[in-house]
């Protein structure tokens, strides 16, 4: 069955894409995406799990699930994680039962996550699209953490620090996959739709669990 046609079941003839978007705390990834989500339609954003304290502005079950560590351990044992990683003493995980249940339903599923998230779901699905936001520089990013005003200097220190260990690791794990620049959030969000545009042409002929192999 090609991409085009219609499927004769009940289930739609083209199933959706992970989506992954990492890059360092501050660069912008929310606002890129949130633009980005207004423009193409079959597309969402996965809500995860995370063991960090919710700030102000923030509403659980909306920005993430909030856990207690006791609770996102169990869910960890319950295999409720298609995958988790630790960043900065908190957990965070995307929900199994989100991504199977929207990419059945033809969603493409933006996965907002860290590059050890990344490289998980590289290696679980051959079929999901890397994207790595990066910022024009470091300065311009530690002014951004800092204008967010939600964080405390070591937290600060702390997030520059891995978000200077993620750069350096960006070469092998996005390799044939895509860089882009957060120079300003509306250029940036042109580049982000140009390549999911793109990834939806994409054509998987006989890979299993494939969005062509329907
Ligand atoms: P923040 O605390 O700023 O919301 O997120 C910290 C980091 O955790 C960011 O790089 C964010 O993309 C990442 N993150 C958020 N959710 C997940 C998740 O479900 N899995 C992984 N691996 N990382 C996540």
């Known amino acids: 069955m090609s991409v ?5 079941s009940n289930a739609p003839a083209r199933k959706g894409r992970l989506i992954v978007i990492s890059g360092p705390s501050g660069v912008g990834k929310g606002t890129v995406v949130a633009a980005v989500m207004n423009n193409l339609k079959d597309l969402e954003l996965s809500v995860s799990a995370t063991t ?12 993430y699930h909030f856990l207690n560590r006791e609770l996102f351990e169990a869910e960890i044992r319950l295999g409720s994680f298609y995958e988790y990683a630790e960043y900065n003493k908190n957990l965070y995980g995307t929900l199994r039962k989100t991504v199977e249940n929207r990419l059945l339903c033809g969603i493409d599923l933006i996965l907002e996550i860290d590059i050890q998230g ?8 051959p ?3 890397l994207i790595y936001m990066q910022p024009p520089s470091m300065q311009e990013l530690e002014r951004r953490l ?5 964080e ?6 702390e997030r520059l620090r891995i978000a200077s260990e993620e750069m350096a690791a960006v ?14 959030v509306d250029s940036c969000a042109v580049d982000l739709e140009a390549i999911i545009r793109a990834e939806r042409s994409r ?3 006989n890979r299993p669990n494939s969005p062509a192999a329907g």
């Open 52 to 63: 960090r304290t919710r700030r102000n502005h923030e509403v659980d079950e909306v920005d």
């Open 118 to 125: 990344a490289r998980s779901v590289k290696r679980l699905d």
């Open 146 to 150: 800092r204008d967010r005003k939600t």
């Open 152 to 157: 405390t200097e070591e937290t600060i220190q």
């Open 171 to 184: 070469s092998e794990v996005y390799d044939r996959h895509y860089l882009i620049t957060n120079n300003h």
């Open 203 to 205: 054509l998987f002929t």
């Open 4 to 8: 085009t046609q219609v499927s004769k």
């Open 127 to 129: 079929t999901a699209v």
